[in-house]
């Protein structure tokens, strides 16, 4: 038994460098986790809770299990998202070279928040940021996974079954090429820090059986397919 108190667990990530384990967690009502994981230690569920039980019709701290606060008894995530559910899934530690300035960032899909997450760490692995890419927020999608492929592109999934890249910019914004049935771009920014002439790419996803590969390795067959494609 490594450690206790995780409600729904949904996405796993080991830091690059390290044996350190990250895991994204579902709360109940609010109260969604980024964690990592220690050996021995308690991570509050169902005793304490940001999020609040179903019974209450909205999320508040007063429903808050256990007053919602974690320590010093229990450890404290990372983050924590209240009052609404994003409902983080997938998640993957950026050491890409592709994109220098987002090196060391987790980025985590989202299920109910329809979104992808950029979470930004200090020395310590405590979060300093987080962000919602707008670009992704705007295609209204369920993002199940996102992976780093070995090109230093970030590979997204869908829950509608179709996958998106973020391949390193290649040409000045504006010479952008787009390819499949869906494109946009993403340009210079000093809030999330995006490389400019950053693009999106959405293809159908591979026609492989729901119940013979993992969504890790869906992401890989991604790649892949992606590879043949150029």
Not at 61 to 81: D, I, L, N, Q, V
Not at 131 to 139: N, S, T
Not at 204 to 210: F, G, K, L, M, T
Request: with cysteine; net charge negative; aromatic share 10%.
């Amino acid at each position: 038994l490594w450690s206790i108190g995780h409600r729904n667990p949904q996405g796993a990530a080991v830091k690059p460098g390290t044996s350190d384990l990250w895991l994204t967690e579902h709360g109940p009502q609010g109260g969604d986790e980024l964690n990592r994981v220690i050996a021995g230690r308690n991570y509050g569920w169902p005793l304490v809770s940001y999020g609040c039980p179903y019974s209450f019709p909205e999320s508040v701290p007063s429903c808050r299990p256990g007053g919602g606060t974690h320590a010093p008894t229990y450890e404290e995530p990372k983050t924590y998202w209240v009052p609404t559910s994003t409902a983080p899934a997938g998640m993957t530690f950026y050491d890409g070279a592709g994109f220098p300035e987002w090196r060391g960032n987790i980025f985590v899909g989202a299920l109910a928040g329809q979104t992808l997450w950029r979470v930004v760490l200090d020395g310590s692995d405590n979060v300093t940021s987080r962000e919602e890419v707008a670009e992704v927020k705007a295609l209204g999608k369920r993002i199940r996974d996102v992976v780093q492929g070995p090109d230093g592109w970030l590979y997204l999934l869908t829950d509608d079954g179709r996958w998106a890249i973020a391949p390193p910019p290649v040409a000045p914004v504006g010479e952008l090429e787009t390819a499949g049935d869906m494109a946009f771009s993403w340009s210079s920014s000093d809030t999330y820090g995006e490389p400019p002439g950053t693009t999106f790419q959405s293809y159908p996803a591979p026609e492989i059986p729901d119940d013979d590969l993992a969504l890790d390795e869906l992401g890989r067959h991604a790649v892949a397919e992606h590879a043949q494609r150029e």
